[in-house]
């Protein structure tokens, strides 16, 4: 059976946590992390650890499957605490925060294990989650300290 790649589109907070709980987990490699200025485009291609089955009480292989983050109207982009000549190193997804700013623009900050952050200023909410290609089975399921 092929499964239905996932896309889904954030227009406003409660669309943006959403997106963030499908996103837990997943791995980005610096190099794969694009600020496209002229174009008012942000992009990221992670590994996205597929939760949605295990949620769903599916029991299967646990996979991983690549997907697309676009963030537009992106009117600033400022990161923290990410090297960007270690095109090689991987960061760990952790969530997405939002903050409606007093001019009406929003702030997102992309947090990643480590204390790494993306910080996108945006005149709105316009966020796509787009999966590519197929899903494939990998050994590790993501485990979290008990707090």
């Given at each position: 059976m092929k499964v239905k790649n996932l896309k889904l589109i954030a227009r406003n907070e409660t669309d943006l946590r959403v997106i963030?709980?499908?996103?837990?987990?997943?791995i980005v490699n610096v190099a794969e992390i694009?600020?496209?200025?002229?174009?008012?485009?942000?992009?990221?291609?992670?590994n996205r650890f597929m939760w949605e089955d295990v949620e769903k009480g599916i029991f299967r292989n646990n996979k991983r499957i690549r997907t697309v983050l676009k963030f537009e109207n992106v009117i600033k982009v400022l990161?923290?605490?990410i090297n960007q000549s270690k095109k090689d190193k991987f960061l760990d997804f952790l969530t997405i925060e939002t903050n409606l700013m007093p001019d009406n623009n929003y702030e997102m900050?992309?947090?990643?294990a480590g204390d790494s952050v993306v910080k996108i200023i945006s005149e709105v909410i316009e966020i796509t989650l787009?999966?590519?290609?197929?899903?494939?089975?990998?050994?590790?399921?993501?485990?979290h300290k008990e707090i």
């Open positions: 963030s709980a499908h996103l837990q987990d997943a694009a600020s496209l200025e002229k174009n008012r485009i942000f992009l990221m291609q992670l990161s923290k605490n900050r992309i947090v990643f787009d999966d590519q290609g197929e899903a494939w089975d990998t050994k590790n399921t993501p485990k």
